[in-house]
């Protein structure tokens, strides 16, 4: 297994962000993930607009996952509505 550090941008309204970070922690399990770590990063202003907005709440989370996991989760990430952005880097040790 690789450690990764997933960045995803919800939207600002509380039932979307619920609803999307819900989603994320779900499908993130199912695909076999172990979560070490999820930091709220706080509401900032994007720098170009993203589906009709100019803010998001970033998040960031630390994961365990095998790489071929990475794709499954990238297709299921870009079917997920109340996700804004989002971003998989790989963290070296």
């Known amino acids: 297994m690789r450690q990764y ?20 922690l779900t499908d993130l399990a199912a695909q076999g993930a172990e979560i070490e770590r999820t930091d709220e990063v706080g509401d900032r202003d994007l720098a170009y607009e993203i589906k009709k907005r100019k803010r998001g709440r970033y998040v960031l989370f630390t ?28 963290k070296e040790l």
């Open 5 to 24: 550090e997933l960045t995803v941008i919800f939207p600002l309204e509380d039932d979307l962000n619920k609803a999307g970070r819900e989603q994320v």
């Open 63 to 90: 994961l365990k996952t095998e790489p071929v996991k990475i794709a499954a989760l990238d297709r299921i990430f870009k079917l997920n509505a109340n996700i804004l952005k989002y971003l998989f880097v790989r």
